[in-house]
């Protein structure tokens, strides 16, 4: 039962770890929209999928680097936990306060929608070109205690896969949603979209600080 409560655990902290990467509306996350709205809902989500694999490198250097200091980690729980919810504050705030309509592109109607492939592809180079990601992770995997010392082989494949079931799961969303209301959506459901993504995140990181000076946890 503990190890089934154990896995249970890793699968959940890995999928929430997932939605929070892809969720913001930056670049790739427009990029998505606008594919879904011009060419059709699976080209949005292979646009998604591009994004998920770039995200999944990051997320496997991050880790990487972060084992190599687990025995630190281990004893600095408490400042760890600290700053990775300060962090995750201020992406929350910065992705309210950021408009990603900014990021929208002209389409050329001329231009054809082109292969899944050459979508996948894109969305990987414009996520990928974007290393500031890897703070992000820090500050998730910190404050979620993903990289522990001891860690066995299999936790770390089944918190790395969630992570990604998290994201592809995020964009099946997103994309079926935009689909369903396409004749309704506007520029400012992508703003309303950021805002409320960026409180919710807000939110997660102030009780995430009240429960780390409490010396509780909160998962």
Known sequence: MIQIETILDIIFKGFIIGVVVSAPMGPVGVLCVQRTLNKGRWYGFVTGLGAT????????????GMSFVTDYINKNVFILQLLGSLMLLAFGYYTFRTNPVKSLHPINQNNPKGTYVHNFITAFVVCFSNPLIIFLFIGLFARFAVVQHGVVLFDAVTSYIAIAIGAI??????????????????????????????????LFSVIGLIFTFLGESLY
């Open 169 to 202: 799961s995020w964009w099946l969303l997103i994309t079926f949603v935009i689909n369903k209301v396409r004749k309704h959506f506007n520029l400012r459901g992508i703003w309303i979209i950021n805002r409320i993504f960026g409180i919710l995140v807000m």
């Open 53 to 64: 694999l770039s995200d999944m490198c990051y997320a496997l250097l991050t880790g990487y």
